[in-house]
């Protein structure tokens, strides 16, 4: 029930939700001349730049040598994609409310609806990023896993996931703009913390424990093994993931629901 209550309050707000994606993304490119393709150049351009930095300057490691050059620079691509994504919300979300002060002090505004907005915007342009990844792997190698078809069942979870963080550092950010600030301490941090230039099989044993608490990390995996390797993920990786990232769902929602009437006098 705690799961299908904030589905439910986001449904009876859709048409408002629908509005405020749809201007974000239209002012993003406000101005410039080539408008949406940049959001297909830029990532277009970090990908090829991947492939030519591992395929002549650095090179594969060893860990990675066997799937080759271009799989290991779509394998570092995928991860930045996700890794982006939590990054660019836990960025913003901290000051959502406050950038939204008018609205939430003069009217009768859904706040918690700040966060499927900001949500919903990321995932529209890592969604473009991960289509230049696709089209990317069927130039070079002319075929994709089926198993790419089961990315909505790990990308659907990923999407609770950055709703739950965002409305936990809407919350606190409202009590205090200390937590923009921590969030360009740690973010950076759990960057390396993260298995995007490395695998979990890279880190040593001892370690790996401590390497799988970090979430984001289980979802690069399971995404880097649907889409890149054909390989089903570990079952219960999985079923732990999606159980953690729906449990903070649920209990980031009710403690920003439960906090929502400060939020006016405080922000």
Known sequence: MLVLTPLERAWHFRELIRAVVRR????????????????I????????????IFSSAV??????????VFSYAQSIFAGL?????????????????HEHTTFIKKSIFPSETLAWTATIRAIVYAAISFAVLLVFQLVLTHSIPLTFLLLPFVFIPFFLFLLGISWFLMALGSFTRDVTHLMASIVPVM?????????ISDVPQHLRLLFKINIIGDYIQ???????????????LYLGTVLVSLFIFAFSYRFFMRYKAVFVDVI
């Open 59 to 68: 090179g594969v490691p060893a860990s990675a040598a066997k799937h080759g």
């Open 24 to 39: 974000e993304l239209t002012v993003r490119f406000r101005g410039s001349m080539l408008g949406w393709l940049w959001a």
């Open 81 to 97: 994609i996700l890794f982006n994504l939590f990054s660019e919300l836990a960025y913003r979300a901290p000051m959502l409310l």
């Open 222 to 236: 399971m995404v880097r093994d649907l889409l890149l390797f054909g390989h089903m993920p570990d079952l219960y």
């Open 191 to 199: 960057m390396f913390a993260t298995p995007i230039f490395y695998s």
């Open 41 to 52: 150049f830029g990532p277009l351009i970090m990908l090829t730049v991947y492939t030519i």
